[in-house]
C-alpha cells in the first residue's frame, strides 16, 4: 500500500551496494588499506581557501544580514546576477538574473527541469551510457526515457538521435563532459544536434528542450572549455553544480540556466519555480548561495584530477586494459576483459578494487572507475591491477 | 507545451504576492519605515551561538574529514543516531538511527513522505486552515486532498474527520502547533484521532498514515511540549526542521522520524529513500548535518515570540479584533472585521501593514500575522493597526 515504484526505487539493492558491501567485508577482515575505493564520485581536491573565508565571513556576519534566513524561490537576487555575468563570460550569452533559478545541486536542477517541460505521454532521449537518475527523473516526471547509444568513442551518434525522435519527443538530455564514459562532446556535433532539434521542432509543432547537465564543466584535460549547447540552441536548460569545481558535493548548491532565447521565456522560468515548488524546495541553501557570490571565478586544484587521470589511464592501458578516451570528468570507462562486467566489478573487489558496472548506467560491457581520490590510493592500487589483469590477460 | 501545472503554479499571482508588491509601492514612496510586514514567517530570533560555533569549527575542520563531502542519502550515521535519542526523549519513543532520514527541511519531508506512501487516486485528509504547500505535495503525488474544517476553536473537529475517512484515504497532515491558527491541539484529541484511525484502518483493512508538520514544535506558550502524534499512533511519519527552534530557515535542514512501530517499517524506510531520490533530493545540507550533531539541545531565544505574541495579542484584542487563541507558532489568526478577508488585507496593506488573507489557507474570514519579526517593528505598527481598526468599529 505504500508507492510501489518508490518502494523498489529505496530498496533495490543496486550493483553499486552489493559491490561496496564486498568492500566493507574485505576491510573488515583485511583492513582498510586493503580496499581501494572507486565506486562514488566524491571529489577529493580541497575546498578553496577563497571559499572556506566566504563562508566564515557570512557565518560571522550580523544577524540583521539574515545569512541563514529564507531567501526568494529562485534564489538571492545580487548572487543569481553574478551568476548570469559569469554564464555569459562561458558561453557568450546575454543571460540575466531572471534567467537564473539557484538550486539544491544540478539533481535537483534535473529533477525540476524535467518536472517544468515534460506532460504525461512524452518521451525523453538520453544518451547511454547515462547518470541513472536521469531515468528516474524522467519517469517522476510522467515521461519515458528513450536511451540511444552514444558513438563508438563514446559521443554523439547524431544520425541514431534523429531516428530515436518521435512526435512524442520532449526533451533531450546531455551530459558533456560525461558521467561515467569522460567523453567530452565535440562543437560540430553540438552544432549537428542543434540543427536537427531545430528542424524536427518546426515539423513537429512543437519544440524540443536540451537539458544540459555540466558538473565537470571546468574538467576537460585540454584547458578548453567543453562545447555547450547553451547559447547554440535555443531551447536549452542548463543545470549546474559547484560539487565538483568547489569540491562541495554535499552541500547541494548549483543552478539552472534557462537560455535567454528559450521559446517563451518567461513561462519556462514560471514552469521551473512551479516544479521546484511542487518537488518540496522552498530555496537553495542561504549560506552557500551568499558564500558563491564572491567566489564565482576560484576552483579547486583542477590539477589534481589531471595528474590523478594521467596516472591511472597510463597505468591501466600499459596494464593491458581497454579505456574509453578520458577527456574530461574524472571518471575512466574500462572495457570489462569478460563479457559480464558485473562479474568483473565482483572479481575486482574481491581483491579489493571497488569498480561499479556499466550496466548501471545502462552500458554493460564496461566499468566506472571514479579517479577523484587521494592520489596515494591510486598509486597503491595499481600493482593490485596488474594481479586483477593476471587473472585474464596471462 | 509545457507542464500547464507547473506553470499555472509557479505563475500563481498568490494573494501574498500582490500584498507584498502594495507594500513594495508603499516603501519606494513613504519609506520603508512606512510598511510592516507581517507576511513571511521567517523568523527573526537569532542564531545560537553555539550553532554558529558548531559551523566555524566544522569548516576548519581538515579536509580529510569532508565536511562538505556527500553524505549517504538518509543523513550522516552518527548525526541520526543523535536525533534518534533525542526524538526518544521527546516523544517516550525507541527509535533508531535507521528511523531517522534527514531531509532539506520539513518541506522535503512533507513531499518525500506523501511521495513515499500515496498511490494514484489515493485521498489525503489535510485540516483547514492548512499550509498551502500539502495541498501542492499531495496532487504532486497523484493523490487528491481532502480538506475538513477544524473546529470553532481551530483544534480537530473528530467527529468531522471520521466522516471524511472513504475507502482511498491514505493519509492524513496534522500541523500542531498550527501555522496559520496559532492552535495546540489538546492530548485527548491525539488519541481520540489515534483510536478513530486504528479503528477505521482495520475496517479498511488498509493502513492510514498519520504525516505530523511539527516545525513549530519548542514553539507553545505553557511551556510544555505539544501532544503529537508520534509515540501514541503507530502509523506516524513526523516530519521536523531546525528552521524556527535554530533559526536556519534559508539552510533546508531538517528530518523525517517513522514510528518505531510504523507497519512495514523497513520498506517505509525504503519507500521514503527511494521518494527523495525521485524528487532529485541527493543528501540533506552536509555541513548543517555536521553541525547539527554537538547542537541538539540548543534553541533559539523562544523568549522572543512568546514576547512578541503577549505584546501582539494583547493590542490587538484591546483594540477590539477578534483573534484565534494563540497557544504556538509565531502566528496570529486574525478574524477579518469585513466578511471578504482579502479586501481586509488589501485595506491593511494601504495602511502598511502587510497581512496574508486566510483564503490561502483554505479558511476565507481570517487573516495571518508573523509575529516573528524584530520587536521594534511590532510595537511601532500598534498606531497604525488602530487607524485600521477605525475604519471598521468607530
Do not use: W
Not at 531567501?71 to 548572487?79: C, K, M
Not at 528513450?146 to 538530455?173: E, Y
Amino acid at each position: 500500500m505504500l508507492n510501489q515504484d518508490m518502494l523498489r526505487l529505496g530498496a533495490h539493492q543496486s550493483a553499486i551496494r552489493k559491490i561496496s558491501e564486498i568492500g566493507k567485508r574485505r576491510a573488515a577482515t583485511y583492513g582498510k588499506d586493503s580496499v581501494f575505493d572507486f565506486s562514488i564520485g566524491d571529489p577529493q581536491a580541497p575546498v578553496p581557501a577563497d571559499v572556506k573565508a566566504a563562508l566564515a565571513a557570512a557565518i560571522s556576519s550580523p544577524d540583521k544580514e539574515g545569512v541563514h534566513g529564507y531567501t526568494s524561490e529562485p534564489g538571492v537576487e545580487s548572487v543569481r546576477r553574478a551568476i548570469a555575468q559569469d554564464v555569459n563570460r562561458i558561453y557568450g550569452t546575454a543571460a540575466q538574473a531572471k534567467h537564473i533559478y539557484m538550486t539544491c545541486g544540478a539533481a535537483a536542477g534535473l529533477a525540476i527541469s524535467l518536472k517544468a517541460v515534460c506532460n504525461a505521454g512524452d518521451e525523453v532521449i538520453l544518451i547511454a551510457p547515462y547518470f541513472p537518475e536521469y531515468a528516474i527523473y524522467t519517469i517522476a516526471a510522467d515521461a519515458t526515457p528513450k536511451p540511444v547509444r552514444c558513438a563508438q568513442d563514446f559521443t554523439l551518434d547524431i544520425a541514431a538521435i534523429g531516428a530515436a525522435i518521435t512526435q512524442n519527443t520532449k526533451a533531450i538530455v546531455l551530459n558533456s563532459p560525461n558521467n561515467p564514459s569522460g567523453a567530452v562532446y565535440p562543437a560540430q556535433q553540438i552544432s549537428a544536434l542543434a540543427a536537427l532539434l531545430s528542424d524536427a521542432s518546426r515539423k513537429l509543432g512543437h519544440h524540443i528542450y536540451v537539458i544540459t547537465d555540466e558538473p565537470y564543466r571546468e574538467l576537460t584535460y585540454d584547458g578548453k572549455m567543453p562545447p555547450s549547447p547553451f547559447g547554440v540552441y535555443d531551447d536549452t536548460i542548463l543545470c549546474y553544480s559547484f560539487s565538483k569545481s568547489l569540491s562541495l558535493p554535499g552541500e547541494r548548491i548549483g543552478y539552472i540556466a534557462i537560455s535567454p532565447t528559450i521559446s517563451d521565456g518567461d513561462d519556462a522560468y514560471a514552469a521551473i519555480d512551479g516544479a521546484a515548488r511542487a518537488l518540496g524546495y522552498i530555496c537553495a541553501p542561504s549560506l552557500f548561495q551568499r558564500a558563491l557570490e564572491s567566489c564565482l571565478p576560484v576552483k579547486t586544484d583542477l590539477d589534481f584530477y589531471a595528474e590523478n587521470r594521467k596516472l591511472i589511464y597510463g597505468a591501466l592501458t600499459a596494464l593491458g586494459f581497454e579505456c574509453a578516451p578520458p577527456n574530461g570528468a574524472f571518471y575512466l570507462f574500462i572495457k570489462s576483459p569478460e563479457q559480464n562486467a558485473e562479474a568483473f566489478c565482483t572479481r575486482a573487489a574481491e581483491k579489493g578494487i571497488l569498480l561499479v558496472p556499466g550496466d548501471e548506467f545502462d552500458c554493460p560491457g564496461y566499468a566506472r572507475l571514479a579517479y577523484c581520490v587521494d592520489r596515494e590510493i591510486l598509486a597503491k592500487s595499481i600493482p593490485v591491477f596488474e594481479k586483477l589483469r593476471d587473472l585474464y590477460f596471462n
